[in-house]
């Protein structure tokens, strides 16, 4: 029987049952019979057929396990099409997709930049290349190729692109005489290589440093939104691996800027089968990923699955049906709002081989909807750009969400929050005073966006810094707990800086008397100043304090007295209220 021709084997397996029910000693006529009826879509004789063989008397020992997991698809596949899942794929359209294979998709925080592969005809083989195309309202425009440092005559494929388009991970393998392209060295069949942006350039790519790349196979990379954790799949090579097996790995970011070692994610995600195309949320804690390990329709489908505050994965959900059919489903992505996922297809309807789609991704499936944060660092006195390093943190919890850093040529940066949290950023760069603000996304369900400029004082300039996430009990010098993160930052940047001295200032607004306000800033700068040193233990000779009181606002009362609301008026006196800090000495 040609078990590749799968209609003529179902009917030859058939008419051997018809023949004679018991002439397989083992069973495996059945098995067969459910392996194949699987393949085609057809659920119920699958089922029919895997009980028989499960139910034999003498069931061949070495399939029963996957005649278990034949089992399992094929029961979870019937309910599956009896509740179906609102499914209205939309072609991405003619600025994306051609008559060539599109594929591989991957999109910035923004939503506003899809760069993806395309399978394009080389002599007699295929070239794959990358190309990114940008949305105009709600088109996306018509692609452009990445430079030819980046594309080459080699193939480049599976993309994951940093949350503000400036960093590019990607595959590239080996061809036929075991060389990467050229000036790109690897360390085994195929590698990880990795590329930046500075200002409108795009670096020579090299091998991802670190302990990534192995002699194995590492493909399919998803670089998380905190630039410092980077999910990819792995594919073991050599004598007794099952080469049809690949798991899916993480690994972190050092502070030295390489890459440490992989770690295969728990077997709640991998399982003895492949899986592949993970994809890693901007929510930083839900990610996507195609098995065909996992109860599903048939071949690989997708599946979701989220980590809790102790770093456990939950058991995967696949998206169910039609999301996924009897083919091979992969390569999605969802957008940073959760709302949007994005694949690719060779469906009916398309503008040829493979396009891509993209799809309302229903709302048991959807991540953590996650803002997008962006700005401009520059120096406070000149107005030029700052290519600051920043760490975003949680107030609440002090937990680091982002570490980045803005463009060298621009000073821009653009990075994912998810919401419903407290922020603080602290800001550094050699030369300059640490800059430190904060900002709420706790408040406004429709807000997406988040802009914030950051300009950053030099050392040798006599001005006040401000530190916004110092935070008092009411009318009252004692310090909250979160407070704790802004304080920790400063005495780090007092570390790295042996030599400097600050003086620490406290600051209110006008209302209230003028003695009791002058007292209360006293008291608030010397509750940071006790803080630094016996918290924090900071030399009491780097330090000095001082109250200002109400004889400095930023904000006149004249200025406040013409605002429109009283929201305005406020925020207004919040702004006068402030803990800061002056460099003295270098």
């Known amino acids: 029987i040609n078990l590749r021709d799968k209609s003529s084997a179902i009917e030859d397996f058939e008419n051997a049952l018809r023949v004679s029910p018991n002439h397989s000693r083992t069973g495996m006529t059945f098995y067969r019979l459910a392996d194949l009826y699987l393949d085609q879509g057809n659920y119920d004789k699958a089922l029919t057929n895997i009980k028989s063989f499960i139910n034999h008397p003498n069931p061949n020992e070495e399939y029963l396990k996957s005649g278990y997991s034949i089992y399992d698809n094929a029961l979870f596949a019937i309910d599956a099409i009896k509740h179906p899942k609102p499914f209205n794929p939309v072609n991405a359209g003619p600025g994306v997709n051609t008559r060539y294979a599109e594929y591989y998709p991957t999109l910035t925080v923004t939503s506003k930049q899809l760069m993806f592969t395309r399978a394009l005809p080389f002599g007699r083989d295929i070239q794959e290349d990358f190309f990114i195309s940008l949305k105009t309202d709600t088109l996306w425009g018509e692609s452009t190729p990445m430079p030819e440092n980046v594309n080459t005559d080699h193939n480049e494929g599976a993309p994951t692109i940093s949350a503000d388009g400036r960093n590019l991970i990607f595959v590239a393998c080996t061809d036929e005489t075991g060389t990467y392209g050229e000036q790109r060295k690897g360390k085994g069949s195929c590698d990880l290589f990795y590329t930046k942006k500075i200002g409108t350039r795009w670096s020579n790519p090299t091998n991802l440093p670190g302990d990534v790349n192995s002699y194995h196979w590492e493909t399919q990379p998803s670089l998380a939104a905190d630039g410092k954790t980077l999910y990819f799949i792995r594919g073991l090579r050599g004598k007794g691996v099952d080469q049809r097996n690949s798991d899916i790995y993480v690994s972190h970011l050092n502070e030295q800027g390489k890459w440490g070692a992989a770690e295969r994610l728990s077997d709640i995600i991998n399982t003895p089968f492949a899986e592949e195309s993970v994809c890693i949320h901007p929510d930083g804690k839900t990610i996507y990923f195609a098995s065909r390990g996992h109860a599903g329709m ?3 489908d997708i599946f979701v699955s989220q980590m809790d505050n102790q770093g456990n994965w939950s058991k995967p959900k696949n998206l169910g049906y039609p999301i996924n059919t009897k083919f091979d489903e992969n390569s999605l992505i969802v957008s940073a ?4 996922a994005f694949f690719a297809s060779d469906r009916e309807g398309g503008y040829g081989d493979l396009d891509i789609y993209y799809f309302k991704l229903p709302r048991e499936f ?3 909807s996650t803002y997008y944060f962006d700005g401009r660092v520059y120096d406070k006195v000149t107005n030029n750009p700052v290519a600051g390093h920043f760490t975003l943190k949680d107030i609440a919890s002090g937990e680091i969400i982002i570490i980045s850093d803005a463009d060298a040529v621009t000073g821009t940066f ?4 998810p919401s419903n949290r407290q922020y603080v950023i602290e800001v550094k ?8 603000l904060g900002f709420d996304l706790t408040y406004n369900e429709n807000q997406t966006t988040y802009h914030l400029d950051i300009p950053m004082n030099p050392l040798n300039s006599n001005t006040e810094n401000v530190l916004q996430n110092i935070y008092f009990d009411l009318s009252s010098s004692n310090l909250r707990k979160e407070s704790n993160v802004e304080l920790n930052n400063l005495a780090n940047f007092l570390r790295s800086k042996p030599s400097i001295k600050i003086e620490l200032g406290g600051h209110t607004d006008t209302r209230g008397k003028a003695e009791d306000n002058q007292k209360l800033s006293a008291d608030r700068a010397k509750a940071v100043y006790n803080y630094l040193i016996q918290v ?7 330090l000095t304090f001082i109250g200002y009181g109400e004889t400095n606002p930023i904000i006149s009362d004249q200025e406040i007295a013409k605002l429109a609301t009283e929201v305005e008026r406020e925020k207004a006196h919040q702004t006068n209220r402030r803990t800061v800090y002056k460099i003295i000495a270098q």
Do not use: F, N
């Not at 760069?429 to 430190?436: L, R």
């Not at 924090?536 to 780097?542: F, G, K, L, V």
């Open 337 to 340: 709002e959760g709302d949007v």
């Open 429 to 436: 760069y050699e030369g300059y005073a640490m800059t430190s």
């Open 298 to 300: 048939g071949g690989s």
């Open 366 to 368: 959807q991540p953590t």
């Open 414 to 417: 653009t990075v994912p929050l």
């Open 536 to 542: 924090e233990h900071i030399d009491a000779s780097r």
